[in-house]
């Protein structure tokens, strides 16, 4: 075994490009998209799918707005030939819609791939050959001239195909596979032969596909491989850019990217980034990526929820919950720092009340893929105060104060450590109405009361169970609370100092409640709080100052 595995590599060579561009452009329109789950995608299951998941994907592809979808393989079987043959026979293609086979460059894989088309008014025949050092040594034993003929021969093939079927708007695509590893003098070479085969046009270009068929070197390595390729290619009006990245070391996402910076015009993968190996470039990253640039992706991902079930139903793979955007835990925040970002992120957004998403932690607003705030924060031991109120307003309407919040903070971090798992909505109100909220068995629980008086001079009456027994209790004040707090103080409750009051409505119109929260310290310095909630705001500033006065006990 090797002492240092590094010494069997070789270093990929950098690309001689002193002037690049890229580097100082900006993405400012989506790419063309083309979907290739129903082939590349399909061909790397454990169990390709069948025709009902095959079509049930095909309808999400075009439902969210994919123009382009790879469809299949026809030549590798039955099933492929006849689900192929069923969306053009069945009328199933939208019109703006154009459907792509793969081919590999053999007589009878290209007529069995046209055949498969019969009657698509346009559709896109995809031809590839690897074109790389290691495929022509290894794989084929073929010269440089030998791989070239692949190719040209290829596109000779479907070039008089196209011409026996009239009636079909015939597009080509053309892959050097491998490109990645290739010589870029030899794959430009290749391209050029074919294209004087293919004769495209402006009008009727031909796409030049420039697969990262195993990602070999850094991002931006595949940038100057497109770029250099860009500025070489002839006819560069007459032919469309287009990049296939796949994932070898997890940089797929960030291939595409600077791949469009670097002047391809379209870009091609699976959806959630399913494909062989460590996968295709992920779609629906790259597209929802656009959106922080302030560029529409063009494609309608805002049930996201409704993609990603669809796509794990058809291909029965698991999306990690930490999937950028797509995953069940991306827009969940734990940490008690991040919590509180979130939460004042949001209240400033809704004060601010303008179009600018400005949320910390939040690239992009959950909402516009579907998802609900509530999800976004989740409470378990790492979390903070910020969080727990986050919770309780977004569940239950309620407003805590700052303190209020640090103070129900740790009878929520008790819950967690004891249970040692998230603590879920409802969790977390029960903790709250058993911290604050009066209850019949609490020594003091209201039943009724009234007040009288004049300005500054208010008497409290109020019939209050006082450890169970019923009650008549009165206190004098300059208002309804020094009322409640006086009367509590003269019938053997505790002696309160209110410290701060706050309310606010829960909701509107004529269901609308009161939250009332008052902050007390007892002669020995200990803080209360107590909290009433009440179709009355009166009535629940009364209840939250006995509410106090329940949790006062040995703090006196």
Request: hydrophobic share 40%; aromatic share 8%; glycine share 8%.
């Amino acid at each position: 075994m090797l002492r240092d595995p590094s010494t069997k590599y070789s270093p990929f060579p950098p690309i001689d490009l002193p002037d690049r561009q890229w580097p100082s452009r900006t993405l400012t329109r989506p790419p063309r998209w083309l979907s290739t789950d129903l082939r590349d995608g399909n061909q790397a299951l454990i169990d390709p799918m069948d025709a009902e998941k095959k079509t049930r994907l095909f309808d999400l592809l075009v439902k969210i707005g994919l123009k382009e979808i790879e469809v299949g393989f026809p030549s590798a079987g039955t099933t492929e030939f006849d689900f192929i043959s069923g969306l053009v026979q069945g009328g199933r293609i939208p019109a703006d819609v154009t459907v792509q086979v793969l081919t590999q460059a053999r007589r009878d894989l290209i007529e069995t791939s046209f055949a498969s088309l019969e009657g698509a008014p346009t559709a896109i025949v995809h031809l590839y050959n690897a074109v790389s050092p290691a495929w022509r040594k290894i794989v084929f034993g073929m010269s440089r001239d030998e791989v070239k003929r692949i190719a040209t021969d290829g596109a000779a093939m479907l070039r008089d195909e196209a011409a026996k079927r009239p009636a079909t708007d015939w597009r080509f695509e053309y892959s050097p596979e491998t490109f990645s590893t290739a010589e870029l003098d030899f794959s430009l070479e290749v391209c050029e032969a074919v294209i004087d085969v293919l004769r495209p046009s402006p009008d009727k270009p031909l796409i030049l596909n420039l697969p990262a068929t195993v990602e070999c070197a850094t991002p931006n390595v595949y940038a100057d491989q497109i770029e250099w390729f860009g500025r070489h290619i002839r006819n560069r009006d007459s032919v469309v850019l287009s990049l296939h990245p796949h994932n070898d070391r997890g940089t797929g996402v960030a291939a595409a990217e600077l791949g469009l910076m670097a002047g391809a015009d379209r870009v091609e993968g699976c959806l959630l980034g399913n494909g062989e190996r460590t996968g295709n470039c992920d779609l629906v990253t790259v597209a929802l990526n656009l959106y922080t640039q302030g560029v529409s992706p063009g494609l309608d991902l805002s049930d996201i929820d409704a993609v990603v079930n669809t796509v794990t139903y058809c291909t029965n793979l698991p999306v990690h919950p930490r999937t950028p955007y797509a995953g069940e835990l991306v827009f969940t925040a734990f940490s008690g720092s991040h919590q509180d970002a979130i939460r004042k992120g949001f209240a400033a957004q809704e004060a601010r009340n303008d179009a600018l998403w400005e949320v910390p932690y939040l690239p992009i607003d959950p909402a516009d893929l579907g998802r609900s705030y509530e999800a976004v924060i989740r409470v378990n031991s790492q979390s903070g105060k910020g969080g727990v109120a986050w919770v309780i307003e977004q569940d239950r309407g309620l407003k805590l104060p700052k303190r209020l919040q640090a103070d129900f903070s740790r009878h929520v971090q008790r819950l967690a450590d004891e249970t040692s798992r998230e603590l879920d909505a409802t969790d977390i109100w029960g903790a709250f109405q058993r911290a604050y909220l009066p209850e019949d068995s609490d020594r003091f629980s209201l039943r009724d009361y009234e007040e009288t008086g004049s300005v500054g001079d208010r008497l409290f009456v109020g019939r209050v169970a006082v450890d169970g027994v019923e009650r008549s209790i009165s206190g004098r004040g300059n208002g309804l609370i020094s009322g409640v707090v006086a009367a509590l103080g003269e019938h053997g409750g505790p002696a309160l100092d209110v410290i701060d009051y706050s309310e606010h409505a829960i909701g509107h119109g004529a269901d609308a409640q009161a939250a009332a929260y008052v902050e007390c310290r007892t002669p020995a310095g200990a803080v209360i709080w107590g909290v009433g909630i009440d179709h009355d705001v009166a009535t629940a500033s009364v209840r939250a100052v006995l509410s106090a006065g329940n949790r006062a006990g040995d703090r006196q």
